[in-house]
Nanobody, 118 residues
Framework: QVQLVESGGGLVQAGGSLRLSCAASGSDFKFNVMGWYRQAPGKQRELVATCTSGGSTNYADSVKGRFTISRDNAKNSVYLQMNSLKPEDTAVYYC????????????WGQGTQVTVSS
């Protein structure tokens, strides 16, 4: 059974940095896409950044230039380096992994809280 385990969330002051990590276990395949989503209170879950197995990346406009996604295919892991954090980045961050066979199947982590104080 595939499990995604996130770590690295916490409380940081505005302008600070955090690094999120997500490790997948229980799979014998490489995920086509791995990425991060976030959900703030009262808002819908939104994409933050994704990275394909080939290294192509995609970012939400709100985090471009501040966040960097990377992955280690050998470890089935994905990371999110978050710099210049803003209070509006406060949310629960979820790791996502997509495996495509005949159709895409999404796996989700349990989420990690990121709180940015002003």
């Amino acid at each position: 059974q595939v499990q995604l385990v996130e770590s690295g969330g916490g409380l940081v002051q505005a302008g600070g940095s955090l690094r999120l990590s997500c490790a997948a276990s229980g799979s014998d395949f490489k995920f086509n896409v791995m990425g991060w989503y976030r959900q703030a209170p009262g808002k819908q879950r939104e994409l933050v950044a994704t990275c394909t197995s080939g290294g192509s990346t995609n970012y939400a406009d709100s985090v471009k230039g501040r966040f960097t996604i990377s992955r280690d295919n050998a470890k089935n892991s994905v990371y999110l380096q978050m710099n210049s954090l803003k209070p509006e980045d406060t949310a629960v961050y979820y790791c996502n992994a997509v495996h495509v066979v005949l159709f895409p199947y999404n796996y989700w982590g349990q989420g990690t809280q990121v709180t940015v104080s002003s």
